[in-house]
């Protein structure tokens, strides 16, 4: 845990201090060189910025211990973030496909657009394609590791940052040889896969919070782990809650009805700790056993799925005898 928010924060702070000076560099070189494309990228990075910031923050306060208000910790505050992210994403989307409209419309108007950028603002975007591919495949990387919903948010706002700075490196390259129309145009069609990046991520990090696991591939993961343990006739009932990178688990199993409690006790901390050792991100695990159910002999793992749905369940039961 403490390597997976260790690499949380890295891709935060490294995210935030190269926007903080390409912003910086972008806005300058763009204002000087007379390149609005350039210019736009600037105020892209600022964004970035801001909500690199808001991020930081919710991260660290995800990385707080558990405590009587929070006995599970505080990770759902990464699935936030994720949709802080993503909502800046959506934000900068719009604004970037506003203005692209704006400029197509001012040179259908028959208005001047500045094209005579200096070969300087062709280099920082250049530059800036190096440093967000660069970025793009390190915090992908960073995301796989930690799983962390908000680390790879910012893996695809960094694909989003890379093909803008294209888009800007084209725009620019080809403003200077008289076709002022492609950098608007290239501009909408980015604004567009930006946008299209944002309302994933927000999709992505809102099924997280609504606790959205896919019950039918977890019932059939513990069903097949619990399968050939001593004493468990039957597994009726998984229901399953996230908690950011972690998932809690209540199961109910059905058990020879002749066994005493304590027998059936220890069938159940059998389950609990095998569960918790084959399945990495469980957090924790309950347990409740009682009398093998004869209704489900011959229902299907589809039959119980729709009734467990319909009784406002995760996930369903199988049937091991």
Do not use: C
Request: negative net charge.
């Amino acid at each position: 845990m403490k390597d997976r928010n260790q690499k949380s924060i890295l891709a935060v702070n490294l995210g935030l201090g190269i926007n903080i000076v390409l912003a910086a560099l972008k806005t300058f070189i763009g204002i000087i060189g007379h390149s609005p494309a350039l210019l736009a990228e600037g105020i892209n990075s600022t964004s970035d910025v801001a909500y690199y910031v808001v991020a930081s923050i919710f991260v660290r306060m995800a990385n707080k211990p558990a405590d009587e208000e929070h006995p599970y910790g505080h990770q759902q505050l990464e699935s936030i973030a994720a949709v802080v992210v993503g909502s800046f994403i959506v934000t900068t989307a719009v604004a970037v496909f506003w203005d692209a409209v704006d400029k197509i419309w001012d040179l259908l108007s028959g208005k001047t657009v500045s094209s005579g950028a200096l070969d300087i603002a062709l280099w920082v975007a250049l530059i800036t394609v190096g440093i967000k591919l660069f970025l793009t495949f390190y915090v992908r990387k960073l995301g796989k590791e930690t799983n962390n919903p908000v680390v790879e948010a910012m893996a695809y706002d960094h694909r989003n940052d890379l093909m803008s700075a294209i888009a800007a490196s084209i725009g620019i390259f080809l403003g200077q040889r008289g076709l002022p129309w492609v950098d608007p145009l290239a501009g909408a069609i980015v604004a567009l896969l930006i946008l299209r990046t944002g309302i994933y991520i927000l999709r992505e990090s809102s099924v997280e919070l609504m606790d959205a696991v896919p019950s039918k591939e977890l019932a059939d993961q513990i069903s097949d782990i619990l399968r050939n343990v001593a004493g468990v006739e039957q597994l009726h009932e998984v229901q399953a809650h996230r908690f950011g990178p972690h998932i809690v688990v209540n199961v109910t199993i059905g058990v020879d009805e002749n066994l005493s409690v304590q027998a059936g006790d220890e069938i159940a901390s059998r389950v609990e700790n095998l569960l918790l050792d084959k399945i990495p991100n469980l957090r924790r695990v309950h347990v409740h056993y009682h009398p093998s159910d004869a209704r489900y002999v011959n229902m299907s793992i589809e039959q119980i799925l729709a009734e467990g749905r319909k009784n406002s369940v995760d996930a369903g039961s199988k049937i091991f005898k």
